[in-house]
């Protein structure tokens, strides 16, 4: 059973930085998608960002777009998340999730098959 594994989570400073890694317990990520999703206290999950591990190409939503960073390493079959200029409002859980390539809507949290425990990160004023 492939399991996703979150670390990196934390408190951090607004303006500051903070990277997010998501390990897979077997070598799936070579001709997957991962994504990165993140939930805010009453609010509904949200797509971060995604990337195409055969490709490369990546994907961001525009609230973070400029700020965050999604990169693969294949050989720890780990994706990471790099956040930078975090703002209070980036506060929330953040989840990765996975599933195979073939042309599917990145954004939509409905098509992944894979997903990680979730990570807190809390940014202070």
């Known amino acids: 059973q492939v399991q996703l594994v979150e670390s990196g989570g934390g408190l951090v400073q607004a303006g500051g930085s903070q990277r997010l890694s998501c390990a897979a317990s077997?070598?799936?990520?070579?001709?997957?998608?991962t994504g990165w999703f993140r939930q805010a206290p009453g609010k509904e999950r949200e797509f971060v960002a995604a990337i195409r591990w055969s490709s490369g190409t990546t994907y961001y939503a525009d609230s973070v777009k400029g700020r965050f960073t999604t990169s693969r390493d294949s050989a720890k079959n780990t994706v990471y998340l790099q956040m930078n200029s975090l703002k209070p409002e980036d506060t929330a859980v953040y989840y990765c999730a996975a599933r195979r390539d073939g042309g599917f809507s990145y954004a939509n949290e409905g098509q992944y098959d894979y997903w990680g425990q979730g990570t807190q990160v809390t940014v202070s004023s």
């Open positions: 077997a070598r799936i990520f070579s001709n997957y998608v």
